[in-house]
């Protein structure tokens, strides 16, 4: 029990990395990146290609493939963040959604249907264990995934906190009219929020990559992951969204135990709860706590 | 020399024309005092000059350099700054932090967090609290303090006053002396005639988009400015007719 | 001077059109007499794709909500017939009821999801979709992802039950664009216009707001069964994975944007479009998938407005009134509108 348990919270780590871009640019750029799922997907790839081609470790080729990533975001950003977020919320949730589309179907075009794992690239690491007695191994890997879901939100929360970039990111998520009015330049801390969120989803790629094999078409259920957990996680610090990872990696372990489909089901009726009391709470919405707009303060 | 030149200016809301054919010149280290009624024209004035309203026609030279479709964030770089009406503090971000990040345009000069904070001593206790539970005085004394410590070379105030108590409005205005010892260029939008007088050296009064007065502050009478606002004719004041 | 005036909901050429609609469904009542099988089942995946369309098109074009999980009702309106028909109820009965069924489904479903704004409802559906498709597999009868068929249908004559299904999707077709028609010109459709142009302003419509939204979250789940029945009706057969699959979705979102999102005529002219394309390209694979999600970046980022969203502005053509028009009869030239 102890060790499903910790399982369950350590799988939540893991959900915390993917779910840490989307419900980033959620909260700083009020976009909803239906391709988000499909991009990790495409971080995983580059990491594979990368690894197939020079031999190099996938840890190593991060160092590489998350710059590219940084690249991509900015790109997305003024491709197609921007100009549909001119139009309404609305037109971007299409935009990304035809994005996701076309991003899986060039994926299965270049790789195929076979599916696809990096842990043949990083030696034991995909089953080396502690073992802590009385039966209760844990994966290194597992647990290596969880500190870095720290360690990214950590930065996250730090950089929005601390840095002066960061404090640049909430005003003009505040305000942006204001923030211009006070020097800062609106696209240009847009592009680089996109590029923290992509780097973040780089990162989430290669966990994924690592702990597990994946296909073109993987990015679906990413995404319904990682915005289960953000949704979960319901509250509008940083945090929250590894609680919200460690509730859904808790409620998918334990479902598991109780039938196959269990471990997909779990998760979804954790979701709909967490909707549920929301909903009892009233319209609690952590994007307006985070980052609401006001026109005029009085 | 002038500090800033406006020519033939005309922004429009839509169809309607809020500011028409506004020839203006500010001069260096002057403050300077725009009136008039409600819909006038003057914070959209304001809002063009600052540069978050585009003007459909005219143009507008700060220190030499003709601003045009320049945005506003470039604006504030070359040392031009609004405080808008309303305020528009950033309510999840502390006193300490609204004020950071309107520093962060990194212009260096007489006005820093620290001097902001020893200039508006009230708001020192408040200085880690977030904007959105400050009184209406202290959140207007940020919202000043976030635009002068990007040191502007010209200030543009638009309604500092509205809603304060007469007590906290004095206090509110004891920046101005420093802003004159600093030569600092002052354009404010206030609605209390009084305190305009004592405090500006030119007054303008706009109407339906028009400047329709003009003049030194010492110059100008409280009637003449009063006929102006409303629109009335010297002679037609006490008329039946118009 | 004040400007005379008259308000309209009718034109020349919408009256022109309505009658030139019935035309086409009777014409269309006399296809299964031909005789021709490719030509029936066609036309029932055409309807399908109207249906499809034209509910989605009600979510998001005119409710203001955009979900990517329009697949649960199509999946659920198949899985449905099928657990009707297993429960004994004659098979062309379990078709329709299950979009019944559906649809009273949906009415608590929508008390959660409409609490959800935008990006968050359209995930949150699709999130929804995925719940229904592990619950529904967890029936014995469905046999997992391994799925089953509608046995009882193969009773019937292949020939007489083309004819029938085909009469079918064209009457459900038309029935649920009537009923659209109609409620888009109730005070319902009124507060949505509402909605749509300022969701703001219409909150201090409240209740009558969240009453529309919701009524047309259930008649859109209604219309997308209607449409997973008779996908289910001319397949026979029932894989889950293909019913609750997220390119139905895409499909949606796909006629919608290109026909023109939020104007009535432009989502059948959008299932029009698709059929075509598909009937052409689908060889392609891959590549028309590619297309597809192309075609929705493009159109949403540049030409929001659909195909016939040009048209309209093009000719000030409106063939079906859903708003009503305000004519200046003092000024002739200058006619407006309001839609």
Redesign the interface.
Known sequence: MMGLLLQGVLLGGYYAILAAGLAFLYSVMGIINLAHGAFAVVAAYMLLVLSNLTGISPFLGLALILPIMAIIGVIVERTVFEPSNRGGPLLAVLATFGLSVVIDNLLFQQFGANTKTLANHIGDLSWASWDFGGGLYVGKLSVYTFFAAVIVLGGLQLLLTYA?VG??I??TA??S??????????RRIRMISAAIAFVTIGIAGAALGMRASFTPYAGGALLLFAFQATIIGGTHRVWGTLIGGVILGLAQTLGAQIAPQGFLIGGNLVFFAALFIRLMRGNLNWRKL???K????? | MNKLEIRDLEVCHGLLKAVRGINLNVQAGEVLAIVGANGAGKSTLMRAI???HRASQGSITFMGQTLGDL????R??LGL??V??????????TVQ??L???A??GRIGYWTVEKIFEVFDNLVKRRHAN??TLS?GE?QATAIG??LV?NPELVLLDEVS??LSPAIVDRVYSILPQLRETETTVVLVEQDLGRVMKVSDRIICMLEGRIVLEGATKDLTRDQIIEAYFGLKPNAVEGAET | MTPTYRIDRWTTSSRISVWACALILLALCLVPLSGDDNLMSRGVVLFVYILLAATWNALAGFAGLMSVGQQAFFGLGAYFAIRLSDGGIPVFVALGLSSVVVAALSWPMSFVMLRLKDGEFAIGMWVLASTCHLLVNLDPLIQGETGTSLIAFNSYDPELRRQILFLFALGSAAVVLGLLFWLLRSRYGAALQAIRDDDEAAGSLGVEVLKSKRLIFVFSAFGAAIAGALWLGANISFQPKSYFGVQWTAYMIFMVLVGGIGTFEGAVLGAIIFFVIETFFAAFGVWYLIGLGGAAIVFSLGFPQGVWGAVVQKWDLHLLPIGRRLTLTREPNSTQTDD
């Open positions: 002066p404090r640049a909430r005003a505040q305000d009219d204001t923030a211009g009015l006070i020097g800062l330049d609106a985070i980052s609401y006001q026109r005029a303060m009085s | 600052a540069g978050s945005p506003a964030h470039k504030v770089g700054c609004l808008p009406e309303g305020r528009r503090l950033f309510p999840k971000l932090e609204n950071t990040v309107g962060q345009i904007a959105d209406g959140q976030r635009a990007a509205l809603g």
